[in-house]
T-cell receptor, first 114, second 111 residues
Framework: DAGVIQSPRHEVTEMGQEVTLRCKPI?????LFWYRQTMMRGLELLIY????????DSGMPEDRFSAKMPNASFSTLKIQPSEPRDSAVYFC????????????FGQGTRLTVV | GNSVTQMEGPVTLSEEAFLTINCTYT??????LFWYVQYPGEGLQLLLK?????DKGSNKGFEATYRKETTSFHLEKGSVQVSDSAVYFC??????????FGQGTELSVKP
């Protein structure tokens, strides 16, 4: 398996534009996590899914952020409209049957909003 | 609620020095505990884990013991190398599958 695949690796966009980040989890994994990493706030859990269903989205900062998982092999994180303070590295991770198993991380998407 | 607290960095050591990075947690139930490592420009990768009290996780010379009585999972290595320079994250996996990370500790090892 190629691991967790995220795209794009880098995204530069203007304030107010819509941004969509994509993630393909490892085949067979039933948990998918979206994290945001910044120098100021560290690694924050935004939302996670189990079997394609959102379980906890309490970390999603505002209504401008939304995430979907239409099937077991694909998830998106959308920011609309984007703001400069959304600039961060966004990671997707997946795991199999939660608590005792490790989560595998993608390489991340570095988002810059200017 | 569930949370993880790590010692603040950056930690700067000379090669072959002893490393300790402290991690304590707050959790309901019996979480699994993890240490992840992040090299520059990369995602996090699992370093070691422990799934129950008194378990010791180990990998690449790193060790950590799950101490329920002190709610701790400190990371140790007897002799660090320059290649160990990275950011280290302590994490717990709570009921319902939620994976919670500490704030990370940057380690810099000088030759």
């Amino acid at each position: 398996d190629a691991g967790v695949i995220q795209s794009p690796r880098h995204e530069v966009t203007e304030m107010g534009q819509e941004v969509t980040l994509r993630c393909k989890p490892i085949s067979g994994h039933d948990y998918l996590f979206w994290y945001r990493q910044t120098m100021m706030r560290g690694l924050e859990l935004l939302i996670y899914f189990n079997n394609n269903v959102p379980i906890d989205d309490s970390g999603m900062p505002e209504d401008r952020f939304s995430a979907k998982m239409p099937n077991a092999s694909f998830s998106t994180l959308k920011i609309q409209p984007s703001e400069p303070r959304d600039s961060a590295v966004y990671f997707c991770a997946s795991s199999f049957s939660s608590s005792n198993t490790e989560a595998f991380f993608g390489q991340g998407t570095r988002l810059t909003v200017v | 609620g569930n949370s993880v607290t790590q010692m603040e960095g950056p930690v700067t050591l000379s090669e072959e020095a002893f490393l300790t990075i402290n991690c304590t947690y707050t959790a309901t139930g019996y979480p699994s505990l993890f240490w992840y490592v992040q090299y520059p420009g990369e995602g996090l990768q699992l370093l070691l884990k422990a799934t129950k009290a008194d378990d010791k996780g180990s990998n690449k010379g790193f060790e950590a013991t799950y101490r329920k009585e002190t709610t701790s999972f400190h990371l140790e290595k007897g002799s660090v190398q320059v290649s160990d320079s990275a950011v280290y994250f302590c994490a717990l996996s709570a009921e319902g599958g939620k994976l919670i990370f500490g704030q990370g500790t940057e380690l810099s090892v000088k030759p």
